[in-house]
């Protein structure tokens, strides 16, 4: 691959670091955007709606606040296909390692919204049938709250993470 | 094509022919035959929500059936006793989160019974309005997601189209789309704003022929009805046994309907038919919900036209009952009316302490109980609610149509395919939020 | 029929009947509770055929400290009667009722999960909305509700049952 050399940024000692540093910094920059870019355009969700959430999420998939402008009407119901985890809905404590369970099955690089306060913070229902929080259980890049929230604030928080995704810089 | 031994019309395909001799089982001699325990959800994009189904499969066969439910248990009955008798609108109208009007109306209604007041007339009229447009859009749902699940997407975009007209109707009466928390005891909150009656109007002339496009794309669609006619067949006598009610119930020819035989809100009032059919599969579950849905706007229509000739208060006059805020359009939206707040902040200090109280503490209800049954669109939505005499209930229970629909699912499926088991459970249109609570 | 003809019918043979806000409620021992709801379910005249909910309330302060509760309907009438049972906090024991209305199954299993209270004679008693190995009756009074404080900036909030407010 072609290598530009920059004139006085390197830090490294011997010639191999060098040669490295100077081709992840101009190479992968470009690489990074690029698989950022590819990675938000066609995030694929898991089908995981849990409650009043789910319809909202159904209606944001549905024809009038329409995700498939980006890319993602696509719910796949198996796992494993899957790239995103919207938990929509309250997470009962029944529901809890089933919901780790997928997330486990999901491959590399998954991303999980928490929609609605239930699945942020347990919600109105803090009691002992309701996991207080889904980020007890798994990791959340991004929380969306509302009692449900209405469409259009679930695609602002599917703005968000894309935004999130396409800056986020995999090889560092 | 070269016509091979295979190739025989009539011929049957028989899947253990001579290859799968070496399958036999040398010390017996026998195939092995073997039932298959397959889990079936709770994460499953077919099962209506978060439903488990323990399988016991022979091949395609479902030989025994158990479902395992639990997974969206709330505690919502439980956290109603922490609450005052106002916030547990709030809570029971996410039991069923499709048909939140059904849950509030009968928990309003028991807490009125307890309370032994009655609703202003508008506000009834208004309840049966959003109640009846409520009916509406669970069926849209049902009709919606159980064409999803069965593969027919296009009916899922239909009938989410048709929903989100009634939603904006919601919104703009309630201020949310979903779990409303509109109807209080003592009424319900607001009047219906200035642009709720041409919403209305445009709504009922778009719905008939919407759903009439329903009608065209799935009534004599060969596909639909293949799989949906003769599937989850369930006798009279069995559903009443397993206390079945709602569509299910009146598709096995039943006329049990709580609007009609015990009428509530003034429903004895408004003309309207309960629909009925005799097969008892899904077929004609699906049916009955659609001359529901017509049946729905035809009681909406009457209740809209009522609206002008019933003026009045939406919420009872009682001081220690109604609801304390009162709400009007400002220049920045809803909010509390500076009438008001100029008269408890400014003229009265027994308002302000009255209102204050009433506010944090709430109605205070005399001991006793109640059960009080409204026909939810799924079925008999049953409200026990049992008071010991404070500002807090003591106990309210939801008997929920759902949870005992599902008590069906194993005689509906047994003996079935796995492929019949979607319209089974599509057509009972269960909502796990309800079963659960 | 209304409810207090219907209330008539019953009180004739089980006295113990108080009619309030439109409602009918009957209370029979549990020694009697089978033999009643057949009675109820069969007899001319008050055919109370549909058992609408299976649910219980507890009075810890109370003698009897547990009561169970039955909705029954008549499909012919249209009318409703209340069945209710009490039990002593130290025997939760009822006779289970699904041999005469089927109809009860999930709901005593939903009433032993969050009560305790045993239904003898249920083919299945198990849990079913808590999990399998849930230890405890959540709907108990003595049961607390079970929330976790709530987190602010440099504060928390106890959970509701907690807060000391009216």
Not at chain 2, 333 to 353: K, R, V
Not at chain 3, 15 to 20: E, H, Q, S, T, Y
Not at chain 3, 123 to 146: F, N, Q
């Amino acid at each position: 691959m072609p290598v530009e050399r920059y004139e006085g940024v390197h830090l490294g000692t011997t010639p191999e670091e060098i040669e490295d540093e100077v081709e992840r910094g101009v190479l992968l920059t470009t690489m990074d955007r690029a698989i950022g870019w590819a990675r938000k355009q066609s995030m694929w969700p898991a089908t995981f709606g849990l409650a009043c959430c789910a319809i909202e999420m159904m209606a944001t998939g549905a024809g009038q606040y329409d995700l498939s402008r980006w890319g993602m009407e696509v719910f796949r119901a198996s796992p494993r296909q899957a790239d995103l985890m919207i938990v929509s809905g309250r997470v009962s404590q029944k529901m809890a390692p089933a919901l780790r369970r997928i997330y486990d099955q999901m491959a590399d690089p998954k991303w999980v919204i928490s929609m609605g306060v239930c699945a942020s913070a347990g919600g109105m229902f803090t009691n002992y049938a309701v996991v207080q929080g889904v980020d007890t259980i798994v990791p959340v890049d991004v929380y969306v709250p509302g009692c449900p929230p209405k469409p259009e604030m679930l695609m602002y928080g599917i703005l968000t993470l894309q935004k999130k995704v396409r800056t986020e810089e995999p090889f560092k | 094509m070269s016509a091979g031994r295979h190739d025989l019309p009539g011929a049957a395909y028989d899947p253990a022919g001579d290859i799968a001799e070496s399958f036999r089982d040398p010390a017996t001699g026998d195939f092995r035959q073997e039932t298959m325990i397959i889990n079936m959800g709770p994460q499953h994009p077919s099962t209506h929500g978060v439903l488990r189904l323990l399988l016991e499969l022979d091949g395609e066969t479902v030989i025994r059936c158990k479902p395992v439910i639990g997974y969206l248990h709330t505690g919502i009955e439980k956290n109603t006793e922490y609450r005052s008798w106002v916030q547990g609108v709030t809570y029971v109208t996410r039991a069923d989160y499709v048909a939140p009007f059904s849950n509030e109306l009968g928990y309003c209604m028991a807490v009125e019974r307890l309370l032994g007041v009655e609703v202003p007339e508008r506000a009834k009229v208004i309840r049966v309005l959003v109640c009846e447009l409520n009916r509406i859009t669970s069926h849209l749902v049902a009709l919606a997601t159980g064409g999803l699940e069965l593969g027919a997407s296009s009916v899922m975009l239909y009938g989410l189209r048709e929903r989100e007209v009634i939603m904006d109707i919601f919104e703009a009466i309630t201020g949310l789309r979903m779990n409303h928390a509109y109807i209080r005891p003592g009424g319900v909150v607001m009047d219906l704003p200035e642009e709720a009656p041409r919403k209305l109007r445009d709504l009922i002339d778009l719905l008939p022929k919407r759903i009439d496009e329903y009608e065209t794309l799935l009534n004599d669609n060969p596909i639909w009805r293949e799989r949906n006619t003769g599937v989850a067949v369930l006798s009279a006598e069995r559903c009443v046994e397993l206390g079945v009610t709602g569509p299910p119930l009146r598709s096995a020819g039943v006329p049990l309907d709580l609007r009609k035989d015990e009428p509530y809100c003034g429903y004895e009032t408004y003309d309207f038919d309960v629909i009925t059919r005799t097969e008892g599969d899904a077929y004609a579950r699906y049916r009955v919900r659609i001359d529901e849905m017509r049946e729905s706007l035809k009681i909406v229509e009457q209740a809209f036209t009522r609206l002008a000739d019933t003026p009045g208060p939406v919420m009872i006059d009682d001081p220690k009952v109604g609801w304390q805020a009162r709400l009007s359009v400002g220049p920045d939206g809803i909010g509390n009316d500076p009438a008001y707040l100029a008269h408890i902040m400014e003229e009265s200090m027994e308002a302000l302490i009255h209102h204050f109280k009433m506010v944090t503490q709430g109605v205070e209800v005399p001991p006793g109980e109640v059960y009080v049954t409204v026909e939810a669109p799924r079925g008999e939505l049953g409200m026990y609610v049992v008071s010991d005499g404070s500002h807090r209930p003591y106990r309210v229970h939801i008997r929920d149509p759902s949870f005992v629909n599902l008590q069906a699912v194993p005689d509906l499926i047994e003996g079935a395919l796995i492929a019949d088991i979607i319209p089974a459970i599509a057509s009972i249109d269960p909502v796990m939020g309800g079963v659960d609570r | 029929m209304t409810v207090a003809e219907l209330a008539v019918a019953v009180s004739a043979r089980y006295p113990d009947l108080v009619l309030a806000r439109d409602e009918a409620t009957v209370v029979i021992q549990r020694d009697d509770l089978l033999a009643a709801l057949a009675w109820l379910r069969d007899a001319p005249g008050v055919t109370l055929d549909t058992l609408s909910s299976v649910t219980a309330t507890h009075w810890p302060d109370r003698d009897p400290a547990f009561w169970v509760v039955y909705e029954l309907r008549s499909t012919a009438l249209a009318q409703r009667l209340r069945v209710k049972v009490p039990l002593r906090d130290d025997d939760q024991h009822v006779p289970s009722v699904t041999g005469l209305f089927p109809t009860a199954n999930w709901h005593e299993r939903e009433t032993y999960d969050l009560y305790g209270i045993v239904f003898d004679g249920h083919p299945d008693l198990t849990r079913i909305l808590m999990p399998a190995d849930w230890s405890g009756h959540p709907l108990r009074k003595d049961e607390s509700l079970g929330g976790v404080p709530t987190w602010f900036r440099g504060a928390t909030m106890p959970p509701i049952d907690e807060r000391g407010m009216a």
